[in-house]
C-alpha cells in the first residue's frame, strides 16, 4: 500500500492536470502500466518467464506502455501520456524518472547480454526520445525531444539532436 501511495502522489506532484485520487485510480495508464510491471517483474525474477510475459502483454494491450518484465524500474517513476513507451529486458530505470510518450529505452541489435540503457535518478527523458544500447544516461540529466542517443551522458548533463550531443554540463553551455 505504501508504494501505491507513493506512486499516486508522484503523480499528483508530476501532474497539473490532476483532479483527484479517484481520477488516477481510473484513468491513468501510467498508474496501471507501473502496477502490471511490478506483478510481472516478480514473476520474471521467479523464472516464470511466460505468465510474466503475459502479463506485461496484457498491460501494453490495456494502456499502450510496453515494459518487458525483466526491466528494472526504480521509485516514483513517472510516465506522461504513455502511448508508445517501450522499455527493453535489460533496461535499468533509476528513482524519479520522467518520461514522456513515445520513448524507447531499446538495444541496438549489436550487443549480448546488458543490451538496453541504464537510466540514472532524476532524469527527464522527453518525447520521443530514442536511448540505444547499453549506454547510461546520468544522473540529473535531461534529454530533449525527439533525441537519438547512442552514447552515454554523463550526470547534470543536458543532450540534443540526432544523434545526440551534449550542449550543457553542470547547467553551462558547452561549445561545438
Not at 47 to 62: C, D, G, H, P, T
Not at 119 to 138: D, E, F, K, R, Y
Amino acid at each position: 500500500m505504501r508504494r501505491l501511495r507513493e506512486d499516486i502522489q508522484t503523480i499528483k506532484q508530476n501532474d497539473p492536470s490532476v483532479k483527484s485520487t479517484l481520477e488516477i485510480l481510473l484513468t491513468y495508464p501510467s498508474f496501471y502500466a507501473i502496477i502490471f510491471h511490478r506483478w510481472a517483474h516478480f514473476l520474471h525474477q521467479r523464472n516464470a518467464f511466460l505468465l510474466s510475459r503475459i502479463i506485461a502483454n496484457f498491460s501494453r494491450f490495456l494502456t499502450g506502455i510496453e515494459i518487458h518484465p525483466g526491466a528494472t524500474i526504480g521509485k516514483r517513476l513517472f510516465i506522461d501520456h504513455g502511448m508508445g513507451v517501450v522499455i527493453g529486458e535489460t533496461a535499468s530505470v533509476g528513482d524519479d524518472v520522467i518520461i514522456f510518450h513515445g520513448v524507447t529505452l531499446g538495444g541496438t541489435g549489436k550487443d549480448k547480454g546488458k543490451r538496453h540503457p541504464t537510466i540514472g535518478n532524476n532524469v527527464l527523458l522527453s518525447a520521443h526520445v530514442q536511448v540505444l544500447g547499453p549506454i547510461t544516461i546520468g544522473n540529473d540529466s535531461k534529454i530533449g525531444a525527439a533525441a537519438v542517443v547512442l552514447e552515454t551522458v554523463p550526470p547534470n548533463s543536458t543532450a540534443v539532436g540526432i544523434p545526440a550531443k551534449v550542449v550543457r554540463i553542470n547547467g553551462k553551455k558547452i561549445p561545438h
